[in-house]
């Protein structure tokens, strides 16, 4: 069949499938340029396989396009110039991570969660351990920090097996598993709001006190009980959507008098849907008992309130990080007291937030504590 060999080649050269890096194995000069050995460089095949200087007609396939040249021109919204392959994810400013189902029914299934309640106690133990010695010591806590330690070690030994701490950990373990960044947000978000709404943080500390009494440990079936707590977390990610969802269109479809095309990546902005005035009362004012005796839900059903996406499209971790949010809260208003530093008050408190990869505080959350004596 050489015909269809002619056909793959023509395909490989005029739709170059990559670029290909490769690194200098000596110096050079280019264009009045030093290159250095060992320098990485790309080496633009799409643009040598269309050289005119090297092919014939270099952007024509031999064979007419008959579906291509009958196609409708689309009206398309205005957008940055694209790149050869690429296309504009380079302007999207970071990459964008998908998890694979086959990864969520293995990791991530009800039964796996609670088979690692272990690890949440061993871990949230550590956490309270480490609060009383800064309370000891008269010191601020940096709940920012302790929020991504405690995510990033509860990620590690569910995933992986152990802990593993450093620098450089965390940062891998936020490209691999982007949840624990949007569990660790929810809860700085949860405890700021709490901070600043000391009447709330009072009702919660009443309800989780009394659902525990005076047991020397929380135990997980108790949050099942704490229905204020579960407000708290539910109106955290309503107010403080963590992340902006990418979604694929699964056909074409008209916006506003453009044009969308099918498999178009599109950004559904949460944080916008979920404070909508059209669709919440005082959308802008954290209250947390708008989500008492209601059905609404943060498990992709109502499209107002879509913090962890909808559909059959929804984050897979939903139930991992929504135990984990709800313990670590559960024992940081049953084991201490909190207020701000320097006897700052809570409404004066900087809610300014900031989006990197997720929508978190602007500047961290420190915190005094007072330790709360219980009997064992």
Request: charged residues 25%; glycine residues 6%; contains cysteine.
């Amino acid at each position: 069949m050489e015909y269809l060999k002619c056909i793959v080649k023509e395909t490989l050269r005029l739709h170059a499938p990559i670029l290909i890096g490769q690194a200098t194995a000596m110096s050079a000069k280019l264009r009045g340029y030093d290159i250095p050995p060992k320098t990485l460089v790309l080496i633009n095949s799409w643009a040598i396989q269309r050289d005119p200087k090297l092919w014939d007609k270099p952007e024509e396939f031999p064979q007419i396009d008959l579906q291509a040249t009958t196609r409708k021109k689309l009206n398309l919204p205005p957008s940055p110039p694209k790149l050869p392959i690429i296309g504009n994810v380079h302007q999207l400013g970071a990459a964008l991570h998908r998890v694979f189902q086959a990864l969520s029914e293995k990791l991530l299934s009800q039964r796996r969660v609670q088979a690692f309640q272990f690890v949440r106690e061993e871990e949230v133990a550590n956490m309270v351990g480490k609060i009383r010695l800064s309370g000891v010591n008269r010191a601020a806590v940096d709940l920012t920090e302790m929020f991504s330690v405690i995510s990033n070690n509860i990620i590690s030994a569910t995933t992986l097996g152990r802990v593993y701490e450093g620098e450089g950990f965390v940062l891998v373990s936020q490209d691999m598993f982007i949840g624990g960044d949007n569990t660790a947000t929810t809860m700085e978000w949860a405890m700021a709001e709490l901070v600043k709404n000391p009447s709330m943080m009072k009702k919660a500390q009443e309800e989780v006190r009394r659902v525990v009494g005076e047991k020397s440990k929380i135990d997980e079936t108790h949050i099942n009980q704490m229905e204020y707590l579960k407000c708290i977390v539910k109106e955290s990610l309503r107010l403080h959507a963590p992340a902006m969802i990418p979604r694929a269109t699964t056909t074409g479809t008209k916006l506003e008098g453009y044009d969308i095309p099918a498999k178009t990546i599109v950004i559904i902005n949460s944080w916008a849907i979920q404070r909508d005035p059209k669709s919440w009362d005082r959308p802008e004012e954290f209250i947390p008992e708008r989500f008492a005796n209601v059905s609404v839900d943060f498990h992709g059903q109502h499209n107002q309130f879509i913090p962890f996406g909808g559909g059959r499209r929804g984050c897979p971790g939903i139930g991992f990080a929504a135990i984990e949010v709800e313990y670590v809260l559960a024992n940081l208003l049953y084991w201490f007291d909190w207020k701000l530093p320097d006897c700052g008050r809570g409404e004066d408190l900087d809610m300014s937030d900031v989006y990197k990869l997720v929508i978190r505080k602007k500047f961290p959350l420190h915190l005094v504590t007072v330790p709360v004596m219980r009997s064992s």
